[in-house]
Structures are given as structure tokens and as C-alpha cells.
């Protein structure tokens, strides 16, 4: 659909209507040589800039470019949250020195099936009273084809802490952190469960 041109009339009328209007904002300049800015709908009512920066083709932008926000690997995100337990006991048991006194293995489960066995799991073993619990999930396989969207390596590895992370787990978990190498290193978790009140 085409938009058709105003006429010379209704310019003429438009101009009318605009001299005898009232202006909402008296106080701020005004610019009658400037070019009107475009409307813009914004359902939240945040302010929004309408206009553009002046740019030739070819020049280089005045900023740098932002950085890319990749979410970082599991075992980076947990290597780096904050220490919530004793730290000698965090140490203890990520050079494998805590032997767990649960485990509860994931591997070769569907998501559907693995997430409320975990929930079970972590609810009987903290009512039972165990502190150091541990999470076996398999270091998963790599099932990229090599699409346009790339595909986690490791679906329940990279599932169970933020199942750990979210209610009814969150309130009895007091550290999640990936087991030593002889309980099962990248494809295990330590949880570490708070005490019973």
C-alpha cells in the first residue's frame, strides 16, 4: 500500500491548526527548524532516543564495540561463585578429602526423569541429615551437527545446578561445586546441603 501525498490544501490547514495551538511545554526552546522526530511506541514508557547520531558511510564509530556477552562454561560459573560454607571444609572437599555420603546417579537419564529423581534425592538426603552429597551426571555426548544454533555438550551437566539453584532445592543447598577427579571429576557435582533447623 502506497501513502499518497498531502495535498496543498491540508497543509494549509495543518499550518492553521498549528498557530493557533497551544504549546504543552512553554519553557523548553523553540525549534521550528528542526526536523520533527519520529513517533515511537513504547509499551513500558522507558525513554527512547529517536533520533540518530549523524553517520557517512565508510567512517568509523566514536565508541567501541560492546563486548560479547557469552555465558561462560559451567565450570567456570562455579569455579567462580562465592564460597558459602567453612572454607577449609571447601578445599577439603574439592581436593577430594570429604567422602560423600550420598550419591545419586544421573547418567544416561532423560531430563524429564532426572529432574525429579535429583529433587527426591537431595529432599530424603538432606531429612536424613547428610551434609556432602554427590551428583553423578556423565560429562554428556556431543550431539552438535553442526547446525546454526550450537548444542550444549552435556545436557543434565549443565541442568542440574540450576535445578539445585531453583525452589523446593534452593533453601537446603548450601554449595554446589564440581567433584575431584576420583568421584567422577567434570561429570559430578559435590553439593553440600545446609544443616536441618
Known sequence: MSRRRVRPD??????????????MRPEEPRSDDRAPEPMIRNPRNAPVQARLEDFQIGATSGRPSPAHDVLPAI???????????????????????????????????????????????????????????????????????????????????????????MPPLAPLVLQI????????????YYVYLRRQR
Open 10 to 23: 491540508e497543509l494549509d490547514l495543518w499550518h492553521q491548526v498549528a498557530r493557533t495551538a497551544q504549546r
Open 75 to 165: 565450570s567456570e560459573r562455579l569455579a567462580t561463585a562465592p564460597v558459602s560454607m567453612d572454607k577449609k571444609a571447601f578445599q577439603r572437599m574439592k581436593r577430594g578429602k570429604l567422602v560423600p555420603e550420598g550419591k545419586i546417579d544421573l547418567h544416561g537419564m532423560t531430563m524429564d526423569r532426572a529432574h525429579p529423581a535429583l529433587t527426591g534425592f537431595i529432599l530424603r538426603s538432606h531429612a536424613a541429615g547428610l551434609r556432602l552429597v554427590l551428583v553423578v551426571t556423565g560429562k554428556g555426548k556431543d550431539r552438535d551437527t553442526g547446525g546454526p544454533i550450537p548444542v550444549r555438550h552435556g545436557v543434565l551437566r549443565h541442568n542440574v545446578p540450576h535445578w539445585l539453584r
Open 177 to 188: 561445586t564440581e567433584a575431584h577427579l576420583k568421584h567422577g571429576g567434570g561429570g559430578a
